[in-house]
């Protein structure tokens, strides 16, 4: 029975982390990072992300403006976009990995030990990417809290609130540390891989033939 799971928690563990992956691509571009209704004028919404600053007019649509400067950005934003390149980049190795280590691949089929270490280093850096794409939505998100309760600033100045961008960085490193794990557990099963069975059974039996034929008159 356990044959027979492997494989598919295999290929979810890889289509999840596969999710999460685009999860994590798609917030670290996402302007989306804060959002900032004004109650002077409600036809507008401005929106921050790690690349540049929206405003969301009900009628004229959006504009963006790129930051000018990195080191003017704000600590969090500054480290966040390093985090969420390491989070891509480190997510695209573990696929490539993990991919290669699949029991459904025929390559490498008898080479069953390297297989399991790809996967395990797949997982491994899964959680990696999950836990970077984590760290750096919830540092923007303490920080947005703690500026909206900041009593040194009048009430009338407008105050950021989370965006749609944080929530989805948060699903994306759930994704990818479920998917890694799901690789991971895979290799813990102490089953013999019917494949590697199939090889030493055809191994045995050319031995067997080899001495029939040295016994023979």
Known sequence: MALVYQPVMQLSGIL?????????????????WKNLNLELNELEIWTMGLWQACVVQEEG????????????????LRISRILMFFSNGSGLLG?????????CLKIGERQQ?????LLLFGGMLFWISGITAIVPV?????????????????????RWDFGEALFVGWLAGFCLILGGSLLNCTICSTEVHPSSVHYAVAEQQDQCQCLETETRP
């Not at 999710?19 to 798609?26: I, K, P, R, T």
């Not at 649509?61 to 969090?76: I, N, R, T, V, Y």
């Open 61 to 76: 649509g959006m504009q963006c403006k790129d930051f000018d400067s990195f080191l003017a950005l704000p600590p969090e």
């Open 138 to 158: 919830s540092w923007v998100a303490h920080s947005t809290v703690q500026e909206f309760w900041d009593e040194n600033i009048p009430d009338i100045v407008p």
């Open 95 to 103: 696929l490539l990995l993990s991919g290669f280590g699949l029991d």
């Open 113 to 117: 030990e390297q297989k399991k270490r």
């Open 16 to 32: 999840v982390s596969l999710l999460g992956w685009v999860l994590s691509c798609l917030t670290t571009y996402l302007p989306q």
